[in-house]
Nanobody, 124 residues
């Protein structure tokens, strides 16, 4: 019933930028916290960023603090991840996640709905 579709991944050089987008199905209304996770080959899925229902509060993983920005446009049912100053260690599949809960969280188990993922590759 709830579908999330990511876009915007690709190949960039270290120091470059990408903007990821996540569109939520039109039948959703009043979605709560939304977030981004990533998973590199051979690694567990890790938290990247999350944004509150009204977009006024955000949290970030230490590894991306100051470089990434999460934002949402509720009129478009879309959440964004602006990634600047990219590093090779940012290379991963990035997943959009959502929950109707309104509390911010960094645990994957707190999110009920997930996108299919989009590949981000950063070359040195």
């Amino acid at each position: 019933q709830v579908q999330l579709v990511e876009s915007g991944g690709g190949l960039v050089q270290a120091g470059g930028s990408l903007r990821l987008s996540c569109a939520v199905s039109a039948r959703t209304f009043g979605m709560g916290t939304m977030g981004w996770f990533r998973q590199a080959p051979g690694k567990d899925r890790e938290f990247v960023a999350a944004v509150s229902r009204n977009g006024r509060t955000t949290i970030y993983a230490d590894a991306v603090e100051g470089r990434f920005t999460i934002a949402r446009d509720n009129a478009k049912n879309t959440v964004y991840l602006q990634m600047n100053s990219l590093k090779p260690e940012d290379t991963a599949v990035y997943y959009c996640a959502a929950t109707f809960d309104i509390s911010l969280g960094a645990q994957a188990g707190q999110y009920r709905y997930w996108g299919q993922g989009t590949q981000v590759t950063v070359s040195s």
